[in-house]
């Protein structure tokens, strides 16, 4: 009765999990797509600007870049987490549990690493409601992301 609870629960925060990083994935999309739009124009005659980062982005503040760029890259092993996640609830064996528990293991620490840029653009202020909402899903995951980590070493 127990394992079937667990099952339910995984399966809940799989789908939860799976939901938020694609969101996720989308607003980081929109704001990669914006700063390339819209980033610096270098080529030949322009002379890079006097504070150029590469990670710049037209909106946001100095953490912005990092904080794109990282809850892009964990919203893919995010979503990669939950293909490994489903393969083990569909069979709900011990073959199949390591991988996705390990994939679970990262999906989540780089989540954490999201969230740690994201509480340092909230810091520095200055951002626009679709940044804030992917600070607010990043953080959100941390949480789910680590439930669903326990339940699957549970």
């Known amino acids: 009765m127990a394992a079937n609870d667990m099952r339910s629960v995984a399966s809940l925060l799989m789908i939860l999990n ?3 990083y694609v969101t996720l994935l989308g607003l980081g999309g ?3 797509n914006r700063a390339i ?3 610096f124009i270098i080529g030949p005659g322009f002379e890079l600007p006097a504070h150029f980062s590469p990670i710049y982005f037209p909106m946001g503040n100095a953490a912005t870049g990092f904080f794109v760029t990282f809850s892009l890259i964990a919203g893919v092993v995010g979503v990669a987490s939950v293909i490994a996640g489903f393969d ?3 069979s709900w064996s011990s073959d ?3 991988g996705a528990a390990s994939a679970a293991v990262i999906a989540w620490a780089l989540t954490l690493l999201s ?3 994201a509480w340092k653009e909230i810091e520095l202020e200055g951002r626009n409601a679709a940044l804030r909402t992917m600070e607010a899903f990043t953080i959100i995951l941390s949480v789910t992301q680590f439930l669903y980590t326990v339940v699957l070493y549970g």
Do not use: C, N, T
């Open 96 to 98: 199949s549990r390591p």
């Open 18 to 20: 799976f939901a938020m």
């Open 30 to 32: 929109w704001a990669m």
């Open 115 to 117: 969230m740690g840029f």
């Open 88 to 90: 083990y609830i569909r």
């Open 37 to 39: 739009d819209h980033g």
